[in-house]
Nanobody
Framework: QVQLVESGGGSVQAGGSLRLSCATSGRTFSLYAMGWFRQAPGKEREFVAAISWNGASTNHADSVKGRFTISRDNARNTVYLRMNSLKPEDTAVYYC???????????WGQGTQVTVSS
């Protein structure tokens, strides 16, 4: 089994930056793809970014390309989401996910709140 714990959320002004972290437990972490999703009040959960098991491949949603960067440190069993140039529309609860592949992310964390003020 895999357990995920997000951290690093908070409140920032538009144009600011945050780095989210997702600490994982489970011996298979280094073989798992990882992803970030977010959900704003009244909206559906949406894809943000994903990274392959070895970090060789990444994918970012069009809405965050050029601003957000997903990365991972397998030695620390941690995945990151660096968020720059934050916009009010980025306000959401951000969730970390893991699974055998980018399209099969079966494990989820509890989420961390990101609030961007204008």
């Amino acid at each position: 089994q895999v357990q995920l714990v997000e951290s690093g959320g908070g409140s920032v002004q538009a144009g600011g930056s945050l780095r989210l972290s997702c600490a994982t437990s489970g011996r298979t972490f280094s073989l798992y793809a990882m992803g970030w999703f977010r959900q704003a009040p009244g909206k559906e959960r949406e894809f943000v970014a994903a990274i392959s098991w070895n970090g060789a491949s990444t994918n970012h949603a069009d809405s965050v390309k050029g601003r957000f960067t997903i990365s991972r440190d397998n030695a620390r069993n941690t995945v990151y989401l660096r968020m720059n140039s934050l916009k009010p529309e980025d306000t959401a609860v951000y969730y970390c996910a893991a699974g055998p592949g980018i399209t099969t992310l079966d494990y989820w964390g509890q989420g961390t709140q990101v609030t961007v003020s204008s």
